[in-house]
């Protein structure tokens, strides 16, 4: 027994730098991987080195799963997991259906496989290393904060010091990722991708520092060091998150803000305070109404906000593109209740050689063009029941963390495919995992997850 123990234990601490490294080096992706293959070559595959850790985690697991009854009880007995095996099924039924209809290539069909499951796997694994050990829980602020550091500081030096093909040194091209992005192709408005793959992936993944400081600042509100350093930290990151010029990340982060605030703010202060609090509301509201009504007319203004200008030299501006696709998603969704098949949307359906690419601008609409109207909605209640067990941890800052980023990253899903991009879904569904084994509120009536 003491030799299985020991072994156990063993395989554990591994797991655990397996998963931290991928946490952690999963923000500068992007940046290493191109750089490496820009040397190397093998660009594709290089890229799938995370795929390759996640794989043999998971082997890790079902080992978990056959010798440890510990472990197997209570991953069997999370009804969020049943929830995520259902969903599994469907979708390799579905594959199978549509590779046999020749409805999708194997390239594509795989490739969707890939990003649709993967960040659900490493959920799972996550979970099931909660249960072993609870010490990447006790680091949870390291792994989001160190990365986001870095990133926060490369995306300012993007925006002041930097020229802004900075990133073509290292390899980032059309062949790989673009150096740098622009409004309606504009270059006089550069969006920053710092070390992500995208300025929508960027805005996006900073959701998670963002929520993750707005928490801390209040557990640490009586250290003042920390507290100046931590605030100087959201500012750059917010300052990086309008360099992005990502509007869904911009209101994204505005309703994780706003989660965080009607959690923390105390009743009562509200109450005493109710009165200054509604006239600065009502005085933002007028500068915003009176700055709009002024700045309005000007180019610049119209780029930033709405992406678009009377002088625009695009034909189609990217307001339009986002309308069209998700109509056409929509369109497509009411017309295939059952579906066509994983990577017959999203980026995988670029390698579909039987039917033209399709982006539906929408992850959950994409996620129906796939797997029809029950896929859709499975993942859904997989969304949902994972924001629910997280809302019942909200006494966690942890937890409040992950409940506030989704709430904003779920806005951004609506508008873009906002888990289609690895590095977000990993590093979020795999936190999200570690946090299924806090403890729910005493006052809830839920038990176990």
């Not at 998150?241 to 989660?259: D, E, K, P, Q, T």
Request: glycine letters at 6%; proline letters at 4%.
């Amino acid at each position: 027994m003491r030799a299985i123990s020991v072994k156990q234990s063993k395989l554990s601490l591994a797991l655990v730098f397996i998963i931290a490294a991928v946490i952690l080096l999963l923000p500068f992706h992007a940046f290493l991987t191109v750089w490496f293959a820009s040397n190397f070559g093998h660009y594709t595959a290089v890229r799938l080195w995370k795929e390759g850790l996640v794989f043999i985690a998971g082997l890790v697991v079902i080992y978990w799963l056959i010798t440890d009854k510990s472990v197997r009880s209570k991953i069997f007995s999370a009804k969020i997991n049943w929830l995520i095996l259902a969903y599994v099924v469907l979708d390799l039924l579905l594959a199978i259906v549509a590779f046999k209809r020749k409805e999708v290539s194997a390239k594509a069909l795989a490739y969707g496989l890939l990003v649709d499951l993967r960040f659900l796997a490493m959920f799972i694994i996550c979970f099931a290393l909660a249960i072993k050990t609870k010490l990447l829980n006790h680091y949870w602020q390291q792994l989001i904060l160190w990365p986001a550091a870095i990133v926060v500081i490369f995306g300012l030096m993007q925006m002041s010091v930097l020229p802004s093909n900075v990133l073509q040194h290292f390899g980032y091209s059309a062949k790989t990722i673009l150096p740098f992005e622009t409004i309606n192709a504009n270059s006089h408005y550069v969006r920053i991708l710092s070390t992500l793959r995208g300025a929508d992936p960027l805005g996006a993944y900073l959701l998670l520092p963002i929520s993750a400081l707005l928490v801390l600042l209040v557990k640490f509100k009586n250290k003042r060091k920390l507290i100046w350093l931590m605030l100087a930290f959201l500012i750059g990151a917010f300052v990086v998150l309008f360099g992005s010029y990502s509007r869904a990340a911009w209101i994204g982060a505005v309703l994780s803000v706003l989660v965080i605030a009607l959690v923390l703010i105390n009743k009562d202060w509200l109450r005493l305070h109710r009165k200054p609090l509604s006239l600065i509301a009502l005085g933002l509201l007028i500068v915003v109404g009176v700055s709009s009504a002024l700045l309005l007319p000007s180019h610049r203004f119209q780029n930033i906000i709405f992406h678009t200008s009377s002088n625009s030299q695009q034909g189609v501006s990217s307001n339009q593109a986002h309308l069209s696709a998700l109509k056409g998603g929509l369109k497509q969704v009411v017309a295939q209740p059952f579906g066509e098949g994983p990577g017959s949307s999203g980026p995988a359906s670029v390698y579909n050689h039987y039917k033209p690419a399709r982006i539906a601008e929408n992850y959950f609409l994409a996620i129906g063009e796939e797997s029809g109207w029950l896929g859709m909605a499975l993942f859904l209640a997989i969304n949902i029941y994972v924001g629910w067990l997280l809302w019942l941890r909200r006494s966690s800052p942890f937890a409040l963390t992950l409940f506030a980023s989704l709430v904003g990253i779920t806005f951004i899903n609506m508008l873009a495919p906002g888990w289609d991009d690895d590095t977000l879904s990993y590093i979020w569904w795999g936190l999200a995992g570690l946090a299924m084994v806090i403890p729910p509120l005493e006052t809830s009536k839920v038990k176990e997850v």
